[in-house]
């Protein structure tokens, strides 16, 4: 009998946020499901009756983007991060990809409660963040990619289409977290040059 080589197959936490953060929506999503509900309407949803002076208002502007509405709503925005969020995590850093999902949160959840009187949850926003930062992985000095202009021109206008609707998305924290996406790719191109 030959020896043969053996194939070693080791699994990786190749992108510590991104996998990080999936994982707990994933959590959120099942404690979700055991309190029926319950949890999510407590910590990770952004409703029109909240006031700046409760203290949980301000874990909430951040934890929304945790809770989702259901397993389709989940599945659909980890698709997207996990299969965009990796290689932005290779070129930009995770404590940075961490920091621009804060501050994509705290801009959707904030201006959510200031101006809508609907609730808002899941990680919609940062998924458009991330699409739209993305498209600024191989920008060159001083010009503007053209898969930023037509991303924005799909996405951001199908959104913007979408928000003449009457649904339950809210079309506001995609256009929001697009524009995040935008402009952190506009910041880091320049800090780059």
């Given at each position: 009998m030959r020896n043969s080589a053996?194939?070693?197959?080791?699994?990786?936490?190749?992108?510590?946020?991104?996998l990080t953060f999936s994982l707990?929506?994933?959590?959120?999503?099942?404690?979700?499901?055991?309190?029926?509900?319950?949890?999510?309407?407590?910590?990770?949803?952004?409703?029109?009756?909240?006031?700046?002076?409760?203290?949980?208002?301000?874990?909430?502007?951040?934890?929304?983007?945790?809770?989702?509405?259901?397993?389709?709503?989940?599945?659909?925005?980890?698709?997207?991060?996990?299969?965009?969020?990796?290689?932005?995590?290779?070129?930009?850093?995770?404590?940075?990809?961490?920091?621009?999902?804060?501050?994509?949160?705290?801009?959707?959840?904030?201006?959510?409660?200031?101006?809508?009187?609907?609730?808002?949850?899941?990680?919609?926003?940062?998924?458009?963040?991330?699409?739209?930062?993305?498209?600024?992985?191989?920008?060159?000095?001083?010009?503007?990619?053209?898969?930023?202009?037509?991303?924005?021109?799909?996405?951001?206008?199908?959104?913007?289409?979408?928000?003449?609707?009457?649904?339950?998305?809210?079309?506001?924290?995609?256009?929001?977290?697009?524009?995040?996406?935008?402009?952190?790719?506009?910041?880091?191109?320049?800090?780059?040059?």
């Amino acid at each position: 009998m030959r020896n043969s080589a053996r194939i070693r197959l080791r699994i990786e936490y190749n992108a510590p946020f991104v996998l990080t953060f999936s994982l707990a929506c994933f959590v959120v999503y099942l404690f979700d499901v055991i309190t029926s509900g319950r949890l999510t309407l407590l910590l990770f949803s952004v409703t029109p009756h909240l006031t700046f002076t409760n203290p949980v208002t301000y874990l909430r502007i951040f934890l929304h983007t945790l809770g989702h509405s259901g397993a389709q709503h989940l599945i659909l925005n980890l698709s997207l991060i996990l299969l965009i969020g990796p290689l932005l995590e290779e070129k930009y850093g995770s404590l940075a990809l961490l920091q621009f999902s804060l501050v994509t949160a705290a801009i959707t959840g904030v201006l959510n409660i200031l101006f809508f009187s609907h609730g808002l949850l899941g990680a919609s926003g940062i998924a458009f963040m991330l699409i739209l930062l993305s498209s600024f992985t191989n920008v060159r000095s001083g010009s503007l990619p053209l898969t930023f202009i037509l991303v924005m021109i799909l996405y951001l206008g199908n959104e913007i289409y979408g928000a003449f609707k009457e649904d339950n998305i809210s079309q506001f924290a995609h256009i929001l977290g697009g524009l995040c996406g935008g402009t952190f790719g506009f910041m880091m191109s320049r800090k780059r040059r």
